[in-house]
C-alpha cells in the first residue's frame, strides 16, 4: 500500500518531470506547503493523461477512464483516505485546507470537453472550457497560498489561470494541430484572414498578426493577476512572481522566434528555472 509520504513523493515527480516552470517555483513556498501544490499537479496530469495518453483508446473508452478516475476521487474524498498512488495525497490535501471539491468537478468537464470538442468559435467559448482547466486551478490554489483576502484576489488567479493556459495555447499550436484540436478562437483566426497560415503552418503577415492580437490579450491577463500577487505574503507572492515571470517569458520568446511556434516548440532554458528558484536555496548556501 502506498504511504502518504510515497503519494505526495509521486506527485512531485509527476511536477518535475512534466511542469517544470511550475516545479521550479515551488521551491519558492515554505517547504509545509510546497508538497500540497505537487498534489495538486499530480491530480490534474492524470486526468491529462487519460485524455490524451491512452494510446488508441477510443473517445468512448476515455470518457470511461475519466468517469471512472472521477468516480474514485470523489469516493475517496468522502471517505477521508485514498490507496490511489496519486489520490491519497490529493485527498489529504484538498481536506487540509478544504479546497473546494466543486472545483475538481469543473476541472474534469473540461477535460472531457477535450475528448469531443475540437475548437471554439469565439473567445466567450473558450472561456467556458478555461473556466474548468485553467482558471480553476488558481482557485485551487489559493488556499494553500492564503491570501490577505480570497474574495478580492480570486478573479486576479482566475486570470493568471487563463494566462498560463493562453501562453500554453499559443506555444503548443503545431502538437494541438496534431492532434486535432485548435485553441485560438475560430472568430479572431477570421478576423486576420489566417485560415491558410493555420492549416499550411505556415508563417505569414496574417499570421504574425493573429499572433500579436492573443498575445497582447493574454498579458493583459498576466497584468491583472500582478494585482493579485500584491494580495499574497511574501514566499506565495514570491513563488507566483517567479511562475508568472517565467511563464510569460515564454511570450517574449515566441515574439523573438518571428511567431514561428511550427516548427520547433518554444521553452525557457531550465538553467532559467534553477536560477529564479536560487533564493530558497540561499540559507542552505550560507550556514
Not at 517574449?252 to 536560487?278: C, H, L, M
Request: net charge negative; proline share 4%.
Amino acid at each position: 500500500m502506498t504511504t502518504l509520504e510515497e503519494s505526495y513523493e509521486r506527485c512531485r515527480e509527476l511536477n518535475k518531470r512534466y511542469g517544470t516552470t511550475y516545479y521550479w517555483s515551488t521551491y519558492l513556498l515554505p517547504k509545509v506547503k510546497r508538497h500540497h501544490v505537487h498534489a495538486l499537479y499530480g491530480f490534474c496530469r492524470y486526468a491529462d493523461d487519460i485524455v490524451d495518453d491512452l494510446g488508441p483508446a477510443s473517445v468512448e473508452s476515455r470518457a470511461a477512464a475519466l468517469r471512472d478516475f472521477g468516480d474514485r476521487f470523489f469516493a475517496d474524498l468522502d471517505a477521508g483516505r485514498s490507496d490511489d498512488p496519486v489520490l491519497r495525497a490529493v485527498v489529504h490535501t484538498v481536506r487540509s485546507f478544504d479546497i473546494d471539491p466543486e472545483c475538481f468537478r469543473r476541472f474534469l468537464r473540461s477535460m472531457t470537453m477535450d475528448l469531443t470538442v475540437a475548437e471554439y468559435d469565439t473567445y466567450d467559448d473558450l472561456l467556458v472550457y478555461m473556466d474548468g482547466s485553467a482558471a480553476v486551478i488558481g482557485e485551487m490554489m489559493l488556499p494553500i497560498l492564503e491570501p490577505f483576502s480570497f474574495q478580492l484576489a480570486l478573479q486576479h488567479a482566475r486570470d493568471l489561470g487563463n494566462a498560463f493556459q493562453l501562453t500554453n495555447f499559443l506555444r503548443d499550436v503545431a502538437e494541438d494541430l496534431d492532434r486535432g484540436r485548435v485553441y485560438i478562437p475560430q472568430e479572431d483566426v477570421r478576423k486576420f484572414a489566417a485560415e491558410a497560415a493555420l492549416r499550411e503552418r505556415r508563417v505569414s503577415s496574417e499570421w504574425i498578426e493573429l499572433m500579436r492580437f492573443e498575445i497582447a490579450r493574454t498579458r493583459e491577463l498576466y497584468a491583472s493577476a500582478d494585482l493579485g500577487v500584491d494580495m499574497l505574503p511574501p514566499a506565495s507572492a514570491q513563488c507566483i512572481a517567479t511562475a508568472r515571470r517565467l511563464y510569460s517569458g515564454i511570450l517574449e520568446r515566441i515574439e523573438a522566434a518571428g511567431y514561428d511556434v511550427f516548427t520547433s516548440r518554444v521553452n525557457v532554458p531550465t538553467w532559467q528555472k534553477v536560477r529564479a528558484a536560487a533564493p530558497a536555496f540561499l540559507p542552505f548556501l550560507r550556514a
